[in-house]
């Protein structure tokens, strides 16, 4: 019942910034908890970040906290990822995923998503 579309996607040198945007409609944005997730080559899809439906709690991969930023804007039906110090190994297709269950960091628990943006890192 609800779209997702991610965006913001690109090359970046290691070190550098960048800011993805998943844009929501067709749905109560505000009704769903939001989470990233990430897939690179050959790896499985694993959890990036989740926020819950206030925006008020965040959650972090060990791998990212510290260097990337959820949030969400209820009122434009957006949720971002800021990410920062980027790795050679945060090269991934990135997306953008929600769940009407309750936030959480499982796959299985998002019943939606969007068609993922990628992002390279180059050293």
């Known amino acids: 019942q609800v779209q997702l579309v991610e965006s913001g996607g690109g090359l970046v040198q290691a070190g550098g910034s960048r800011r993805l945007s998943c844009k929501a409609s067709?749905?109560?944005?505000?009704?769903?908890?939001m989470g990233w997730f990430r897939q690179a080559p050959g790896q499985d899809r694993e959890f990036v970040a989740g926020i819950t439906r206030n925006g008020v709690g965040t959650y972090y991969a060990d791998s990212v906290r510290g260097r990337f930023t959820i949030s969400r804007d209820n009122a434009n039906n957006t949720v971002r990822l800021q990410m920062n110090s980027l790795k050679v190994e945060d090269t991934a297709v990135y997306y953008c995923?929600?769940?009407?269950?309750?936030?959480?960091?499982?796959?299985?628990?998002?019943?939606?998503w969007g068609q993922g943006t990628q992002v390279t890192v180059s050293s």
């Open positions: 067709g749905g109560t944005f505000s009704t769903y908890c």
């Open positions: 995923a929600a769940t009407s269950v309750g936030w959480s960091k499982r796959r299985i628990d998002y019943g939606f």
